[in-house]
């Protein structure tokens, strides 16, 4: 029997933690964006979590007894830092970002996310859309490609309307003026 790709074992073996917990979350980042379409290579996996702060700590004890190790050298601190839980998956050496879900808009994700077969594990990923607002939010060249193609790969299966809306709720909240004339922009290239 062939070895599933290590993205996939690295979220069988997550799963089997996080679900005896009910310990709700969803896949975003690289990996989200190659389900919806983006065509690209990544190393790595990104989750976001919704747990309180006093479950935080018996959480990574119980990922560090099931195939998981930490990728920073005081984990505890990294995350007071960051929000994040930097680990990896021991059996295939492939990185985790655990985020613990912070704000509103994470929440909204969470709400949003909805439940893929990756692989032959059904796990919850970011929607399409919350997932290019994500990639605009953090703006960095490869999240703009990334939504590119989502964009493209999904067409008129996505609900603008939604992606509009909180791209201009962000730019108002975070004093930006960037983020609703990037998106247009991009859908002004994909019909060219």
Do not use: N
């Not at 065509?39 to 959480?59: F, G, Y």
């Not at 985790?96 to 949003?112: H, I, K, N, Q």
Request: glycine share 6%; aromatic share 6%; hydrophobic share 50%.
């Amino acid at each position: 029997m062939q070895r599933p790709p290590a993205s996939v074992e690295l979220l069988i073996a997550l799963k089997k933690v996080l679900g005896p917990r009910r310990i709700r979350w969803y896949l975003f980042g690289a990996q989200a964006a190659v389900v919806y379409g983006s065509a690209r290579m990544t190393m790595d996996v990104d989750v976001t979590i919704a747990l309180r702060p006093e479950r935080v700590r018996p959480l990574v004890a119980a990922l560090l007894e099931r195939g998981f190790a930490s990728r920073a050298h005081d984990i505890a601190a990294f995350f007071e830092r960051s929000r994040v839980i930097p680990l990896f998956h021991e059996s295939t050496r492939m990185p985790l970002d655990l985020v613990v879900a912070r704000d509103s808009l994470e929440a909204t994700f969470l709400e949003r996310a909805r439940p893929i077969d990756i692989g032959g594990v059904r796990v919850p990923v970011i929607s399409p859309e919350d997932l290019v607002v994500a990639k605009l939010f953090a703006g960095r060249p490869r999240d703009i490609e990334d939504v590119r193609s989502v964009l493209g790969a999904m067409g008129d299966a996505l609900d603008m309307r939604h992606v509009r809306v909180l791209l201009g709720q962000l730019d108002e909240a975070e004093d930006r003026a960037d983020l609703l004339p990037t998106l247009e922009r991009l859908l002004g290239e994909a019909e060219d």
